[in-house]
């Protein structure tokens, strides 16, 4: 149960102007972020600490340390994680101070194991990354200058303290006692960085009587004419009073007015029902817009506000459908009603240091998964739960959450001082984040049950200490969390682990979310994505090398290459570059200079996953998630990822943003025949015209054909299937390809697409002159290209920092096409500047 107390009050409201009486919010928050220094006894001074942050970008902005991100220097760097840290700043007393005014210092964030000081006095004793820390003290107890202080304590060593008294070694090893960002640990995509330090803002909280603590709503009702919203308030207040309660939406002229409540002493929730008459819903951006009611909340007494607070309200419902079925199992969302197949990817901390993460870094993140298309992004549980703003921008962008729990490739104790930590973490963070319209699902792990079950996890152990281990994970992942969710935000699902079911149990197939994994592992060729597709795809994933630019963050060294030791410390698979090769020399030519092998390597991994998404896409309804692992890195390394870590759009990023279009041409060939799916995500039927040609690599047509199509909505529709034999004849595989478009009834070009007919390897590809012409615009450049021959993935490059509309596509034989690179700077001579690459290039240079 939650500590603090619900009341329940009927009340039949009537909607009114509302009335703000006059005067100044007696509620003031003064951020403590400035001023903040560190020291420890490696040093024989005090540094200026930037708040948030971490002790390892401290040390390296105070040039103590070299970068954690470059080269070899993780191994030099441990010495940090096994060392006490000091972080201190003083404070002035606020003015104007009253006896019996409420004063509350806030961490909202602290990594992790930490004594806080005030004034030399021990406050509290902190031991989760995931909750805040809220301290109260009497205003007659500060000082006219106030030292506050927090003593970090190594993680190392003090979980190792809990740890060795477990009577047996679990799986994670020490960090299974401690709530933490698991992925600091080191992953086979970071760096072992456990730090430390004050990771979200600090804040002095003032009021008097009473305050708003909290707000949440949840949909009680909702049809087209009407929404009926259960409206949630936490008041805390140090005395029994009346008071009013105006709830108005700034955006709308909505006005509610609730006076009179009988206010109680302490924590209370209060309960209002809201009408709103022809509501607008919140919908993913794909199919509509993510409208928000901007409500804001005050509580006066006689005219007097105490406090004011806003929050954003969608309007919508959100179902996981898991129905019986003739295969076995259903895995969907309905939203408003409505099945949505979800696209997108899995979300990881931006930085290894996440307190160090920007504003405009949460900013781009998000844009760039809404330019690709994405409608989903999972947050992975070996992560963070992220900072508010994360979630803020996901509600106004239209995208969905996969809010995992933070518990990842780990079994845990059942220590009651643990569980109880779990508990209040879990119910502060589902109370937190329930209000917001994009969390879609919360999931209690990450592959916690597959690698109990499939890994040889239970084989480790005793049959008492194995049904005993076993028991604690039911505990919590099917006891403790599902019912923290149901109580808090019962109309936000729950699974118990991702996947359900693990790769080597065949119900994966046919039941719940699947981690495919066959591709990349166990080095099954490509075509594996189209001969098994499960319910919910929420983990597939392939590797590639980053961009040039994030190499050089590595190592700048002019004789860098893909094999240099610097760059093989930032891959952290142990068979990553084997199966990288394995995969390229199987597909592609493969490469000795480094820039054309990185280029190379990112055509090979979205080759790889756009035949997943495709895959899974063909098969809708049955399947009805594609979510690739992964979107972002948290240092630059050779990765899964789509975005690098200099934030450069791999090419997968592109593929993805052509795959995930709510209308696709889907061709396949299958069993010696050409089969074109068109797979659709609109909610509305649409007139389309699917037209598609062979022509050989300069543009001589050798058979074409147009399909009228009635295209219905939110559909996967079968619209052609033909021998291959009967439109290739005896035409080269080498020197042909087939190219689809589809129009609707306007002539406007909705999509175009390439299918080629053997392993870009063997492509019989011209060397070429690319025409282009550049014009500056408004928002940075336009680039006009054209081709006599077929230029495969050209690939377009300008020494600026910038977006490209498009990158690593097929120009068509004397197809002109229109790209725009998106920048603030200008450039001197761009023309001479513009660089191309592509794989005409690769294989004429082999």
């Known amino acids: 149960m939650l500590k603090s107390k619900h009341l329940w009050i009927i009340i039949i409201f009537i909607i009114r102007s509302s009335l703000y009486a006059s005067g100044v919010n007696p509620y003031t928050i003064i951020n403590l972020n400035d001023h903040w220094e560190f020291s420890s006894n490696a040093y024989n001074q005090s540094y200026p600490a930037n708040i948030p942050g ?272 003739s295969f076995g199992e259903s895995f969907y969302f309905k939203l408003n009603g409505v099945p949505i197949f979800m696209k997108g990817a899995n979300y990881i901390p931006q930085s290894s240091f996440p307190g160090n993460v920007s504003t405009d870094n949460y900013k781009r993140i998000i844009s760039d998964a809404k330019s690709a298309n994405m409608n989903m992004l999972r947050l992975w549980g070996g992560g963070i739960y992220e900072k508010d703003i994360f979630y803020d921008l996901c509600d106004e962008a239209g995208i969905l959450i996969w809010q995992d729990f933070m518990f990842a490739n780990a079994m845990y104790l059942n220590d009651s001082l643990f569980l109880k930590n779990i508990r209040t973490e879990a119910e502060f963070q589902v109370q937190r984040l329930s209000k917001h319209p994009s969390v879609a699902v919360w999931c209690g792990n990450n592959e916690i049950d597959e690698a109990w079950h499939n890994w040889g996890w239970s084989n480790n152990y005793s049959k008492k200490d194995s049904t005993e281990i076993w028991n604690n994970y039911i505990d919590i992942f099917h006891n403790i969390l599902p019912n923290i969710v149901q109580e808090v935000s019962p109309e936000i699902p729950y699974t118990s682990s991702s996947p359900l079911f693990g790769r080597g149990n065949p119900r994966s197939s046919f039941e719940g979310d699947n981690h495919y994994w066959y591709v990349w592992h166990d080095a099954y060729d490509f075509d594996w994505y189209n001969k098994v597709t499960g319910r919910f795809m929420s983990e597939f994933g392939f590797q590639s090398y980053p961009s040039i630019e994030t190499i050089y963050l590595i190592d700048s060294s002019e004789s860098v290459t893909i094999n240099s030791k610097s760059i093989q410390a930032h891959q952290k698979h142990h068979k990553g570059n084997y199966l990288i090769n394995h995969y390229m020399k199987n597909y592609y030519p493969v490469p000795d200079n480094t820039e054309d092998f990185i280029y190379v390597s990112q055509l090979l991994q979205a080759e790889g996953i756009r035949t997943g998404i495709l895959a899974q896409r063909r098969a809708k309804p049955f399947c009805m998630g594609s979510l690739y692992w992964q979107l972002n890195d948290c240092w630059p390394a050779i990765s899964w990822s789509s975005i690098d870590y200099s934030g450069n759009w791999k090419a997968l990023h592109y593929y993805a943003k052509e795959d995930f279009k709510n209308i696709i041409a889907n061709p396949i060939i299958e069993n010696d025949s050409l089969k074109i799916n068109i797979v659709s995500d609109k909610l509305s039927p649409e007139e389309i015209y699917l037209n598609f040609s062979l022509i050989d690599f300069y543009g001589q047509v050798k058979f074409k054909k147009e399909i009228k199509i009635l295209l219905t909505p939110n559909s996967n529709q079968l619209v052609y299937k033909e021998a291959i034999l009967n439109i290739i004849k005896d035409y080269s595989k080498n020197k042909h390809l087939l190219y689809f478009t589809i129009k609707n009834k306007n002539d406007n070009t909705l999509e175009t697409r390439t299918l080629y007919l053997t392993e870009p390897k063997n492509l019989e590809l011209g060397k070429h002159n690319v025409y282009f012409k550049l014009k500056s615009t408004k928002n940075g450049y336009e680039l006009i290209l054209k081709s006599s021959i077929l230029i495969k993935n050209l690939f377009c490059q300008l020494p600026a920092k910038g977006e490209w509309s498009n990158n690593y596509f097929d120009l068509l034989p004397d197809v002109e096409k229109t790209i725009m690179f998106i920048t603030d700077e200008k450039i001197k001579s761009i023309e001479s500047k513009i660089k191309f690459k592509s794989l005409n290039h690769i294989l004429n240079n082999k």
């Open 54 to 325: 971490s002790i390892h970008t401290d040390l390296f902005q105070n040039q103590l340390i070299s970068d954690p991100f470059q080269g070899q220097n993780e191994n030099q760097l441990q010495w940090i994680d096994t060392m006490e840290w000091v972080y201190q700043r003083v404070f002035s007393k606020p003015k104007n101070l009253n006896p019996d005014d409420q004063i509350e210092i806030i961490f909202k964030g602290l990594d992790t194991y930490a004594d806080i000081y005030l004034n030399d006095s021990l406050l509290l004793s902190t031991n989760n990354m995931f909750n805040p820390w809220k301290i109260k003290i009497k205003a007659p107890s500060l000082k006219k200058k106030n030292i506050l202080k927090v003593l970090f304590k190594p993680t190392l060593k003090e979980e190792q303290k809990i740890y060795s008294q477990l009577p047996y070694k679990l799986p994670g090893q020490s960090r299974v006692v401690t709530r933490k960002a698991a992925y600091q640990y080191g992953w086979d995509w970071a760096p072992k960085y456990v730090s430390c330090g004050i990771w979200q803002d600090v804040e002095l909280h003032i009021w008097n009587s009473a305050k708003i603590s909290k707000l949440n709503y949840s949909i009680a009702e909702l049809d087209s004419l009407r929404a009926i919203i259960n409206f949630k308030i936490q008041i805390e207040s140090k005395k029994d009073f009346h008071g009013d309660i105006s709830i108005r939406a700034t955006n709308e002229n909505l006005n509610f007015q609730f006076d009179n409540i009988s206010i109680r002493n302490d924590v209370y929730w209060y309960d209002f029902r809201l009408e709103i008459k022809n509501p607008k819903l919140w919908w993913t951006h794909n199919l509509g817009t993510p409208f928000l009611y901007d409500f804001e909340v005050q509580l006066s007494e006689k005219e007097e506000i105490k406090h004011s607070k806003k929050i954003q309200v969608g309007i919508r419902t959100i179902e996981l459908i898991r129905d019986k079925d």
